[in-house]
C-alpha cells in the first residue's frame, strides 16, 4: 500500500475511533458528550487526547483535564451540556 494510502486510512481510523468514543461516552452518565460536542471537540480530542484513543474513559478525562486548552466552540458546548446535567440532577434530587 502506498504511503498516501496508508496515511488516507490511517487518519479514516483514527477519525472513526475518535468519533465512536466520544459516541459511546454520551451514554455514560458522568459525561454525555452531545453529537454537537462530537462535532465541536473531534479536533481537540484528536489534539489534545491522541495517545488516548480508543479508550473512551481516558478520552473523556482528557478532555476534562484539558478544558482549559480546549478551543472556545468546544469549551462552549460542554459548559452548556454539564449545565443541563447539572440542572437536570438537581431537578432530580429534589422531585
Known sequence: MSKIRFTT????????AVLL???AAATSPGFAFSAEA?????????RLCAGDIPSIPKI?????RN?????????????KEEGSVSRSNV???RG
Open 67 to 79: 478544558k482549559s486548552s480546549l478551543s472556545s466552540p468546544c469549551r462552549m458546548v460542554l459548559d
Open 38 to 46: 462530537q462535532s465541536a471537540c473531534s479536533s481537540d480530542a484528536f
Open 9 to 16: 486510512v490511517r487518519n479514516a481510523g483514527l477519525s472513526l
Open 91 to 93: 431537578a432530580t434530587t
Open 60 to 64: 473523556t478525562a482528557c478532555i476534562r
Open 21 to 23: 468514543s466520544v459516541s
